[in-house]
C-alpha cells in the first residue's frame, strides 16, 4: 500500500498538507473510489501524534477529520444511489480495480448495514461501502446512524490514540514507523482473509 511506501516521510507530508490536505485525504478516502489508495489509519495516527507535539490543535483536528469521515460516506452514499451502478461495468485502471468494487460488495452481502461501521476499519472496503449502501438504496437513517458510529470511533478514536500515546510514552515518534506497520498489517488482515476464502460462485461450483 502507499502508506507502506511513503511512512519514512509521512509526518512531513501531514505537515506540509495540513488542516485542508488531511481533510481531503480523509473525504476522499471515505467514499471517493479513486480515493482508495491513501493512508487511512496510519494517516490519522501520525496527524495525532503531531497533534501532542504541538503541530496541530487536537480539539480542532479530531472534529475536523470526523466531519470529513461522514461527509466523505455521504458523499459516496448518494453518487451509489444516484450513478454507482455504472462501476460495476466500469473498465479497470489505474485508479480503478474492479475486483475491489467485487470483494467489498462480498464483505457487504455478508455482514449488511454492520458494513458501514465496520468498514471503516478496513482499507479499500472502507471506500467503497458507503457506494454499495447507495446502490442498493439503504435506508438513510440506517446509513447516517452506522456512518457518524463509525467516523468517531474511526476519525476521533485513530487520531486520539495517537495523541494520546504521543503524550505518555517518550519520544514516541522513534517508534512510529513500527506503529504505522503494525496498523497496516491489523487492517489489511481482513482483506487477506477474505481473499482467502472462494468467491461464492466458486464455492457453488465446488458444491
Do not use: C
Not at 444516484?82 to 489505474?94: C, Q
Not at 506503529?179 to 460462485?201: D, G, M, N, S
Amino acid at each position: 500500500m502507499m502508506s507502506l511506501l511513503t511512512h519514512v516521510s509521512l509526518p512531513h507530508l501531514i505537515q506540509i498538507v495540513g488542516y485542508p490536505g488531511l481533510f481531503a485525504a480523509v473525504f476522499l478516502e471515505s467514499g471517493v473510489f479513486f480515493g482508495f489508495f491513501l493512508p487511512g489509519a496510519s494517516m490519522l495516527f501520525t496527524a495525532g501524534l503531531l497533534a501532542s507535539q504541538g503541530f496541530f490543535n487536537v480539539w480542532a483536528l479530531i472534529p475536523l477529520l470526523t466531519l470529513a469521515a461522514i461527509l466523505g460516506d455521504n458523499a459516496g452514499y448518494w453518487f451509489g444511489n444516484k450513478v454507482g451502478v455504472t462501476l460495476f461495468f466500469r473498465k479497470d485502471s489505474r485508479f480503478f480495480k474492479h475486483e475491489y468494487l467485487e470483494r467489498a460488495k462480498d464483505f457487504y452481502d455478508k455482514h449488511g448495514a454492520q458494513t458501514i461501521f465496520l468498514a471503516r476499519f478496513i482499507p479499500i472496503v472502507r471506500t467503497f461501502a458507503p457506494i454499495l449502501a447507495g446502490i442498493t438504496k439503504m435506508r438513510y437513517v440506517t446509513f447516517i446512524t452506522y456512518n457518524v458510529l463509525g467516523a468517531v470511533s474511526w476519525g476521533a478514536g485513530v487520531t486520539f490514540a495517537g495523541f494520546y500515546l504521543g503524550r505518555r510514552v517518550p519520544n514516541m515518534e522513534h517508534y512510529l514507523m513500527y506503529v504505522v506497520l503494525a496498523i497496516i498489517v491489523v487492517t489489511t488482515l481482513p482483506i487477506f482473509w477474505e481473499l482467502r476464502k472462494p468467491r461464492p460462485e466458486t464455492a457453488r461450483k465446488l458444491q
